[in-house]
Every structure is written in C-alpha cells, then in structure tokens.
C-alpha cells in the first residue's frame, strides 16, 4: 500500500482516540471478514529480538502483541535489522518489515470511530551502534509514517498508534533536546531513581536486565527482599507515568509468573505463542 501524506496537526489532535485503538479495530474488521476470531489483546506482551521470527511482526500480531523489538544498524543509508552485522540482508530493513505494515493497519483504521481501553502499539529500536548515525537516519525513515506514531510537536505531545522507543545506543542528549521528534528513550532504573524524575514525554519505558539487579535465578520463590524491590519500582514507575520492563528474565512461567505478581508492564519472550497461552490464563 502506497504511503499518504500525513494529515495536518489539527487532523492528528482529533484523531487521538482512534489512533490508539488502531490495531485492535484492524485486526478484528479482517477477522470479521474472514471469519476469523480476533486474537485477545495482550497489552504485556513484548516480542524479544522479534525480527527473528518466521514472519516478522505478523506472528506476534497474529496473537495479540502490542510491543516488539528490531535491532537496527545503519549501512549505505538504510535502517537494516539484524543482531549481528553478519547477519545483515539488505531486503530485511525496518520500513518494510514494520513501518510500512503497522502504517497499513493504521490507515484501515482512520475512519473507524470506536470506544476502548488500548495502550497502542509499541516498536522498541535498539541501536547497535553509531547513535547518532543511525538517529538522524531514523528520523528521515520515520518521517513518511508520522500520521501514526505518538510524537512531540512544538513541544506537545500527540498520541497515535504507534510508539518507536529507543533503546540499545540511545543518542539521549540529541533527543532530549528536540520539541519535535518522532522518538521516545528507553530508560534505566537510575532514570526511575532519580530526582526529579525525568518525565514520560521523554521516557515512557524503563528497562532492565534482571540478573543485575536481582540474584533469583528461577529456582525457588522470589526472595522477600527482592520481590519488595520488584514492586516497588513497579510503583515507582506507575507513579511517574511510565512501564516496566525486565530482559533475560530466568525461569520462563515461573519468572513471567515472578513478573505479573510485582505488576511489571512489559514481559518479554522469544516465545511468543507460548507467552500468549500464559497471559491469556490472567
């Protein structure tokens, strides 16, 4: 589907309702059409590394996904996704692997006025290397998209659809210092810590690796110690108007169990299907 020229801002204002219910009303009119059964909405779940999936994107759409994650590098002027540079594909960039078709639902929603509770969609970039390279290439690449991504415009924030956090090499000061930009940072627990707190507008996310913070390995219930510390940065984070996020969390449903007990926002998988049938038992 060829791209559109984004709507005006005053358009962009009044269309803040539906942009957040974009996928879920794509999603179900498709099924609808098909006679499919639109998969339950699962606003925790995260798509780990989820470019390496069979189908990018779809298979974490296909059950109910709100986030995922594409490590990008920047080479000959493309956004390319890959973990490694050896991995590297020039057919296998970020626009057509998740811009273009996230901006496709967007658009088969634009004319669908609905009611809901949904938190949007969330694309977390991680930059692998050269910031603010692949910063000012992001920018351009987004640019086409922007009638559906939550941005900052002379200052304000516009929700839409689709939120790109940056994570990995993050450019912080570059960013922190634009009032219009099309990007959010993913933050650390020091950014959570800290006082004052930085504000959502800038990071909406705190992320963190679990065994650094936490000696539990996956074996035995969760210390009392670091489960008080679990939820209370959950609360911490709620409070300042920001989601929680843990990586290389231990233990698979035992440690997503450790992670919907404390109120942790994010669960991250390289399982996607098996991360629904976990959630869908909430």
Known sequence: MPLRHPPSPSRAATALCEGCVAFTLALAASCAA???????????????????????????????????????????????????????????????????????????????HATGDDTGFTLLVDIKADAELTYALLRETLEPYRAMLTRLEDGALLRSSVTVILSG???????????????FLDGRIPDLEGAPPVGPELIPLISASFPRHFRWRGSGPLPEEERARLAEWATLAHRQGKRLRFWAVPGDEVGWEVLR????DLIGTDDPARLARFLSEE
């Open 169 to 183: 090499s993050r450019p912080r000061a570059t960013v922190a210092a634009e009032r219009d930009r099309l990007v």
């Open 34 to 112: 098909t006679g499919a059964t639109a998969p339950a909405v699962l606003p925790r779940a995260h798509s780990h590394n989820d470019y390496l999936r069979a189908r990018p994107l779809l298979d974490a759409l296909d059950v109910g996904f709100r986030s995922v994650e594409a490590d990008v590098f920047a080479v000959g002027g493309e956004l390319l996704v890959a973990h490694e540079r050896s991995s590297l594909r020039a057919e296998r960039d970020l626009a057509s692997l998740y811009l273009t078709p996230l901006f496709e639902r967007h658009l088969a929603s634009e004319s669908v």
């Open 261 to 264: 007990t404390a109120g942790v």
